[in-house]
């Protein structure tokens, strides 16, 4: 595993800039229906929020590392009582931590408190790559680093594994929100096991009948399997929230004090009589 361990041991942070760098360049160059102006000024607006989660990352990083050490160190958690070679642990590992996401990723379209927070990641009306680092800091603590540890506490997961699972998942994420196109036949066929872009796409539909869908990161199994899983042919999709969808909504100032502003959330059917009288 001495392969694993070099890779896991480089700045998780180069591997960010990597991946936005890349497709950032990719979005200016290959333009899709989702193509829109001010491109800047959003980006500027997402690494703020990116920033803000790098500082607030070093006290949620160090609890989560003192956590999960001292789970390991007392071997609590499903997989010490069975003996498995390590590949197979680390396998079964990466599969469990996206389980464990979908649930708290679940929890927090449910729970208004945690929705509060997490729908800031939902605000984005017009998405690109940089939409991965739109998040609260305080939805990351709520949410993210409470996830790995009860992960870690039920399954006997350690860091190494969940180092392979950032490295797995931060792909998919950033194609996920990128603004490219994807073919459909992705969707189809790699779509039955795993989470297309166009199918996190219809998870940021301003319809919450499709918000609340497609919950999953890596695996869309899970959404198949319990019931959450929707499709809709991505140019029927509206992104974001309307809630938000006015440009002074969506600084990174406004959005930062936005869950402790009361917002009432617009339901499927007040969106449909807006379309109409829109019309
Ligand atoms: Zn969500
Ligand atoms: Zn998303």
Do not use: C
Not at 36 to 55: D, E, M, T
Not at 187 to 196: N, Q, S, V, W
């Amino acid at each position: 595993m001495d392969f694993l361990d070099k890779l896991l041991s480089i700045d998780f942070n180069y591997i960010l800039i990597g991946f936005i760098v890349v497709f950032y360049s990719m979005e200016q160059i290959l333009r899709t229906r989702f193509n829109f102006n001010k491109r800047p000024g959003h980006l500027f607006h997402n690494l703020l929020f990116q920033i803000v989660l790098y500082v607030s990352n070093i006290f949620y990083a160090t609890v989560t590392v003192f956590s999960i050490v001292w789970l390991n160190k007392h071997q609590v958690g499903l997989l010490y009582l069975v003996d498995i070679p390590l590949w197979v642990k680390l396998v079964v590992g990466v599969v469990l931590f996206d389980l464990t996401t979908y649930w708290f990723h679940r929890l927090a379209h449910k729970v208004p408190l945690i929705w509060s927070f997490h729908k800031v990641h939902h605000s984005d009306t017009t998405m690109d790559a940089s939409t991965t680092f739109r998040g609260h800091p305080v939805e990351s603590l709520l949410w993210f680093g409470t996830s790995n540890i009860v992960a870690a506490a039920i399954f006997g997961l350690d860091l190494t594994t969940m180092g392979l699972y950032f490295l797995v998942s931060t792909p998919f994420v950033f194609m996920e929100h990128s603004n490219l196109r994807y073919p459909k036949w992705l969707d189809k066929t790699f779509g039955l096991i795993f989470t297309t872009p166009n199918l996190h796409k219809i998870h940021h539909d301003q319809d919450q009948h499709y918000t609340d869908s497609n919950f999953s990161d890596i695996f869309i199994i899970w959404d198949r399997l319990f019931a959450t899983y929707t499709y809709k042919p991505v140019e029927e999709i509206n992104l974001g929230l309307k809630e938000f969808d006015e440009d002074k909504k969506q600084t990174f100032w406004y959005l930062m004090k936005s869950p402790f502003i009361k917002i009432k959330r617009i339901a499927s059917e007040e969106l449909t009589n807006i379309d109409k009288t829109s019309v």
